[in-house]
């Protein structure tokens, strides 16, 4: 069963068999908690959304040592000491995969404070930290990058600046989100886009997102209320490669209704095409600004189309080879 085909968002995800803690490969039944744990009562806990690719070559992962890294920096916001390098750490997503035989998925590093003094204060609790992989399909669908999905705008705003540190990973950030993707499934959408405290229009759930206006690609600024997505970076990299004029600003509600094509962009959601908003139809169907960078970005990522950033990492090869 090849990676499209895997469950989506809303299932359960594959068991495997082995998960990689703290530098040692431990059976998926052994990674376990206790109730007391400072994260379970206070969502101390950041981490990474990682896509691997079956490629001509092998299974190789999408700009591994940049979601590394950002877990890093995450953890740093958070002052969490991981005690792994991103050597380290790049090798146990190495092992992880190739322990658990699989050709293409999803990795989802994590790490969290563990079973320590009960209060707010974190100092005293324990920084575990845990990879896991899993096949997994379209976030959105088996459908969602050919048809497009429906989303709304949220009624829940992302965080305003200096709330939330919104360039870090974490857990906690993620209630929001929760609370939009319920809101919008009640109401029938796939998705919901959330604006800042200011009204402009900020990311999905879990997503960026971009709007093509007049052969012109946008996408919100860095303002603190979104994070400083991969896939975005992306994004902006294949769009000057493709010489589309892009243009990072404010934006406001009402453009996503006057847009001639809408996407999010994310590791789990790759470029998935928006069709309408709060029921209003998106340019008519999936434009040719977003099938081109569709097919830029998920042709790199299988092997098929030149690595012209090198942006993947063998599996097969150690973090201390792909540095030289």
């Known amino acids: 069963m090849s990676a499209g085909e895997q469950g989506t968002e809303g299932e359960l995800p594959e068991r495997t068999e082995w998960i990689w803690h703290d530098g040692e490969i431990i059976p998926w039944d052994a990674a376990q908690l206790h109730v ?69 998925g999803y990795i989802r590093p994590v790490a969290f404070r563990g079973l320590g003094a009960l209060g707010l204060h974190p100092g005293k609790s324990p920084v575990k930290t845990y990879i896991v992989c ?40 993620y209630v929001i989100s929760q609370l939009m993707r319920l809101e919008a499934e009640a109401n029938g959408y796939a998705e919901a886009i959330g604006l800042g405290t200011d009204g402009l229009v900020s990311e999905g759930s879990g997503q960026n997102l971009f709007l093509v206006s007049d052969g012109v690609l946008h996408t919100p600024t860095l303002n ?36 001639d094509e809408l996407f999010f962009t994310g590791t789990a959601s790759e470029i998935t095409p928006i069709r309408s908003v709060d029921r209003i139809e998106v340019g008519g169907g999936v434009g040719p600004i977003t099938k081109a960078l569709q097919a830029e970005y998920l042709g790199i990522a299988t092997g098929e189309r030149p690595d012209l950033f090198n942006w993947l990492e063998p599996i097969h090869q150690p973090a201390s080879e792909a540095a030289l």
């Open 36 to 104: 007391m744990s400072h994260v379970v009562h206070y969502g101390s806990s950041v981490f990474e959304g990682v896509r691997f690719y079956a490629t001509p070559d092998g299974p190789a992962v999408f700009r591994l040592t940049d979601h590394v890294q950002r877990f890093i920096n995450s953890a740093r916001i958070y002052r969490m000491d991981l005690g792994q390098s991103l050597a380290q750490l790049s090798d146990g997503i190495r092992d992880v995969v190739k322990r658990n035989g699989l050709e293409e």
């Open 134 to 173: 899993w096949p997994w399909g379209q976030y959105l669908g088996t459908d969602c990058l050919e048809q497009g999905v429906d989303v709304c705008v949220s009624s829940w705003n992302r965080p305003a600046p200096n709330t939330l540190p919104t360039l870090a990973k974490a857990g906690g950030n």
């Open 224 to 259: 603190g209320s979104l994070l400083n997505g991969i896939t975005r970076d992306c994004v902006l990299k294949l769009a000057a490669h493709l010489g589309i004029p892009t243009r990072e600003e404010p934006i406001p509600r009402e453009r996503l209704y006057v847009a």
